[in-house]
């Protein structure tokens, strides 16, 4: 069992920063590929990033290459998602994920509960 606890999320300004947190709790966190999933109001769950075992590689939606970083630090059980440069569209309820495989698809085994980020225009 993994337990995922988000945190960072909030309302903020068109072109402002958030950086989202996901701290990970139970079976040894290296062993899981990470990834970042949000679902905008009345929408389905959409892929946005996500982070190898080591996190030597990552991968990212298009609607978010070059304002998103995705990083992970394996030591503290975290993994990160810093959003610059926030558009409206950008409003959804951000989800941390955890599987031992990894993918795009939302098939990942843990979940955290997820956490409300707003861009204002």
């Known amino acids: 069992q993994v337990r995922l606890v988000e945190s960072g999320g909030g309302l903020v300004q068109a072109g402002a920063s958030l950086r989202l947190s996901c701290a990970a709790s139970?079976?040894?966190?290296?062993?899981?590929?990470m990834g970042w999933f949000r679902q905008p109001p009345g929408k389905e769950r959409e892929f946005v990033a996500g982070i190898t075992w080591s996190g030597s590689s990552t991968s990212y939606t298009d609607s978010v290459k070059g304002r998103f970083t995705i990083s992970r630090d394996n030591a503290k059980n975290t993994v990160w998602l810093q959003m610059n440069s926030l558009k409206p569209e950008d409003t959804a309820v951000y989800y941390c994920a955890a599987d031992l495989s990894g993918g795009r698809g939302p098939y990942y085994t843990y979940w955290g509960q997820g956490t409300q980020v707003t861009v204002s225009s």
């Open positions: 139970g079976r040894t966190f290296s062993n899981y590929y």
